[in-house]
């Protein structure tokens, strides 16, 4: 039964698009919700497109400079960098956007909702049903 599922596993991470992209948020994924069983990791790679992972982001301080850089011009960002606390906005803008720092890079749901795990998810979407 368990070689079955994990040929099943290994077909959906072959047939994936963009594996240079999908593979790490996959990997980012099974780190984050400590997958242990091959069903779970099955259900993640039916769902990757819920996520976004900025592998170029690493840290609070790469998180605040992305946003900056977002929000304003790149001279102005340059003369910002010294008078902000860069680790702590970054910090503050992970928690607003319900993102994670894991090995691979930054990673949130596209939709900016909370990440629930796999399990998380069935069950809520039971008790919609009920």
Do not use: W
Not at 11 to 38: G, H, T
Not at 76 to 91: D, P, R, T
Not at 104 to 117: K, V
Not at 120 to 130: A, F, G, L, S, W
């Amino acid at each position: 039964m368990e070689l079955e599922e994990f040929n099943v596993l290994a077909a959906a991470v072959r047939d994936m698009p963009s594996p240079e992209k999908q593979l790490p948020k996959l990997k980012a994924l099974l780190k984050q919700f400590e997958v242990q069983d091959i069903a779970t990791a099955i259900s993640l790679t039916e769902c990757l497109d819920d996520y976004v992972l900025t592998p170029e982001i690493s840290s609070p301080q790469e998180t605040a400079i992305d946003q900056l850089h977002f929000m304003t011009d790149d001279h102005s960002v340059e003369l910002l960098i010294s008078h902000v606390n860069l680790y702590a906005y970054g910090c503050d803008l992970i928690r607003e956007d319900n993102a994670v720092l894991s090995p691979y890079g930054l990673l949130h749901r596209a939709d900016y909702q909370p990440m629930l795990s796999p399990m998380q998810e069935t069950q809520k979407m039971e008790m919609k049903m009920k």
